[in-house]
């Protein structure tokens, strides 16, 4: 007849293998709380922009800026887009973003032919949607 193993073994042992999960299981969380993600943004543009006291339409505007910041106000990302025939859709083409989920800020700049600038600012979270529409102010 084999000795069976005591209670305080086999708790040890169920303990062991907790810990070892519970282990896996936050640092799995962790790792994916800080890993990059891809996201596709498009900033939301209103029918039309005041350059200088004159409304300008969306349409004119045939270059866009966009520099991302996170939270500390570190430049994550850049992005330059050329639109030879302007802006025709209330929303930009998408911008592809790899960054770790969390809150950032873009600032957008829109520029015309003939000189006129506009640059927005808007805020917004990466969480775990694959694209995103933002809202420029």
């Not at 994916?32 to 409304?55: I, K, M, N, Q, Y």
């Not at 339409?57 to 570190?74: C, G, H, L, N």
Request: charged share 25%.
């Amino acid at each position: 007849m084999e000795p069976r193993p005591d209670a305080a073994a086999t708790r040890r042992r169920r303990l062991a293998r907790f810990a070892v999960l519970a282990f896996v299981a936050v640092g799995f969380f962790l790792v994916r709380a800080t890993a990059p993600t891809e996201v596709d943004v498009s900033f939301e543009l209103p029918p039309s922009f005041s350059v200088g006291g004159a409304s300008v339409p969306r349409e004119r505007f045939t270059s866009v800026e966009i520099t991302v910041f996170d939270d500390e106000q570190r430049v994550v990302s850049t992005a330059r887009q050329t639109l030879p025939d302007g802006l025709e859709s209330p929303l930009t083409p998408p911008v592809s973003l790899r960054v770790p989920r969390g809150r950032y800020v873009a600032r957008v700049t829109l520029a015309a032919p003939d000189g006129a600038r506009v640059t927005r600012g808007a805020a917004f979270e990466v969480a775990d949607e694959p694209s995103l529409r933002v809202e420029l102010r």
